[in-house]
């Protein structure tokens, strides 16, 4: 079955530079969701999306953006980057008609800054 | 808003011992309940999930969880360990509200000793 995929598994950058994250849902999923794990810690929620729209917000920094498109595909977008950017960047999607956001995940993307 | 506490942040067991590893949450409203597991250098894989109903779940791996309503409560459990279980582990709630987000407890690593 087909799985949350995510681009790239790995991006080093140095600080102040720009990355992009991609994350590709399950097909006929229509919400995203994006994470923040830094090492030894919880996933963070950063924000969600529903039908291109954003639906909820968390701790994302001012530096992040991010955006659903027409295929549903989302891209997290991380400007000025900091030495604590660097983590794990989880994507999470899942089917509105579920009643419930059980939540499939990819494999995450993982950001060094240096 | 909703909180989850897991109070072991490190299990130590025995192979074929055993194990609950708990979760306590909070919440206004009434939520749904996650356990993820995460394996070493990967992502965020769900075991099970209390949505409504029998407060009984098992899920994969020969886990399961008890929903206790009474004591906001929702701890996993498995009756022998395997050494394959070695992973870090994620509580999980998200408020039956359409679209919300998931927020997870700060995890417990289970270590399964041979």
């Known amino acids: 079955a087909a799985g949350v995929i995510q681009s790239p598994r790995h991006l080093i950058k140095e600080k102040r530079e720009t990355a992009t994250l991609k994350c590709y849902p399950i097909p006929r999923h229509d919400t995203v969701y994006w994470y923040q794990q830094g090492p030894g810690q919880d996933p963070q929620f950063l924000i969600s999306f529903y039908e291109k729209m954003q639906s909820d917000k968390g701790s994302i920094p001012d530096r992040f953006s991010a955006q659903q498109f027409s295929d549903y595909h989302s891209e997290l977008n991380m400007s000025s980057l900091e030495l604590g950017d660097s983590a794990l960047y989880f994507c999470a999607s899942s089917p509105s008609e579920a009643g419930a956001n059980v939540l499939t995940f990819g494999a995450g993307s993982r950001l060094t800054v240096l | 808003a909703q909180s989850v506490t897991q109070l072991d942040s490190q299990v130590p067991v025995f192979e074929e011992a055993p194990v609950e590893l708990r979760c306590n949450y909070s919440?206004?409203?009434?939520?749904?309940l996650f356990w993820y597991v995460q394996y070493p250098n990967q992502g965020l894989q769900l075991l099970l999930k209390y949505l409504s109903g029998s407060t009984l779940v098992k899920g994969i791996n020969g886990f399961e969880a008890e929903f206790n309503k009474s004591q906001t409560s929702f701890h996993l459990r498995k009756p022998s360990v395997h050494i394959s279980d070695t992973a870090e582990y994620f509580c999980?709630?998200?408020?039956?509200?359409?679209?919300?987000?998931?927020?997870f407890g700060p995890g417990t690593s289970l270590s399964v000793i041979p």
């Open positions: 919440s206004s409203v009434s939520v749904y």
């Open positions: 999980a709630v998200s408020e039956k509200t359409s679209y919300d987000k998931v927020i």
